[in-house]
C-alpha cells in the first residue's frame, strides 16, 4: 500500500531540516510518497541577516517549497519537526497551525496520523514540552498521534525522549546524541500505524 508522508519542520540554524531529511530517506526507502515542506519565515529579514548561521540555513533551504494546508490534506501521516522556544513551538510553526482552522473544520484532521520531534540547546531545554505542547493542537485536530514511546533501542541511545526524537544541539551546532536510528525508527513505527488506519 503506497502511503504520503508530510514532513513539515520550521528550522533556525538547520538541525530539524537535518531531522527532516533523515526521516524523508527512510520513508522513501519504504516506498512512501515524501514531501517535505518548512513552515514560512516570519522573522523579518533584517533579523537573520544579522545571525550568520541563521542567514546560511535560510540560502541552504531556500528550494524547499513552504508548507501549505495541501500537504496537511494530501497525507496520510504527518511528521513535524521542530525547534523548542521556551518549552513551546516556534511562533513560526504556531501560526502554521493556527492557520489550519478551514481544514480542521471540514474534518479534514480528524484520523490523520501524526507524530513530532524537536531540538534545543541543551539536555532539558523544553524538547519533550514542545512536542506535547504541539500534541495538544492535534488532539484538537481529531489526529492519531504516534509516539515512539520505548518501541526500539534507538530511543534510549537517543537520550530515551519517549513523545518523539529530541537532539540537543551543541555550542558548535552540532547535534551532540546520535539521533538518526531514532528517527528512522520513528519514521518507520509512524508509517505502520497509518498503513494499518488507511487499511
Known sequence: MSLKLSVIYYSTYGSNVQLAKWAEAEALKLGAEVRVR????????????????WKANQEATKDIPVASSDDLDWADAILFSV???????????????????????????????VSAMSSAQNPHGGQEATILSLYTSMYHWGALVVTPGYTDASVGLAGGN??????????????????????????????????????
Open 83 to 113: 525547534p523548542s522556544r521556551f518549552g513551546n513551538v516556534p511562533s513560526q510553526f504556531k501560526q502554521f497551525l493556527d492557520i489550519q482552522g478551514g481544514l480542521w473544520a471540514t474534518g479534514k484532521t480528524v484520523n490523520k496520523v
Open 38 to 53: 518548512q513552515v514560512q519565515e516570519l522573522a523579518p529579514q533584517a533579523v537573520i541577516d544579522g545571525q550568520a548561521p
Open 162 to 199: 519517549p513523545y518523539g526524537t529530541s537532539v540537543t544541539i551543541g555550542q558548535d551546532g552540532k547535534m551532540i546524541e546520535d539521533v538518526r536510528p531514532a528517527v528512522e525508527h520513528q519514521v518507520r513505527r509512524l508509517l505502520s500505524v497509518a498503513e494499518k488506519i488507511k487499511a
